[in-house]
């Protein structure tokens, strides 16, 4: 059984960092997208980064391009979202999320795994 943990959120000050890690376990992921999504109050959850776990493609949300990065430790099976700059409204729960199937998307609605979020608040 698929499971994904979520750690290193927190209060930080507009213009710090944070790295949020994501703990995967319960199979390899070969072939699998792995995601970070995030949902302020009162919003839809919405799409920050993703990878390919085996060719390392990417894809940012263009408000986080520059800022964000989101990387992955093979032997640890774990991926990371290195975010720097941060501002007030980077504030949310981030989602670690993993697709079962190679193309690198958005939609989260393909997105099969979820973690249980973590809170990240950035103060101004």
């Known amino acids: 059984q698929v499971q994904l943990v979520e750690s290193g959120g927190g209060l930080v000050q507009a213009g710090g960092s944070l790295r949020l890690s994501c703990a995967a376990s319960?199979?390899?992921?070969?072939?699998?997208?792995m995601g970070w999504f995030r949902q302020a109050p009162g919003k839809e959850r919405e799409f920050v980064a993703a990878?390919?776990?085996?060719?390392?493609?990417?894809l940012y949300q263009n408000s986080v391009k520059g800022r964000f990065t989101i990387s992955r430790d093979n032997a640890k099976n774990t991926v990371y979202l290195q975010m720097n700059s941060l501002k007030p409204e980077d504030t949310a729960v981030y989602y670690c999320a993993a697709k079962d199937s190679s193309t690198v998307v958005t939609d989260l609605s393909r997105y099969r795994y979820w973690g249980q979020g973590t809170q990240v608040t950035v103060s101004s």
């Open positions: 319960g199979r390899t992921f070969s072939g699998y997208v």
């Open positions: 990878l390919n776990w085996n060719t390392g493609s990417l």
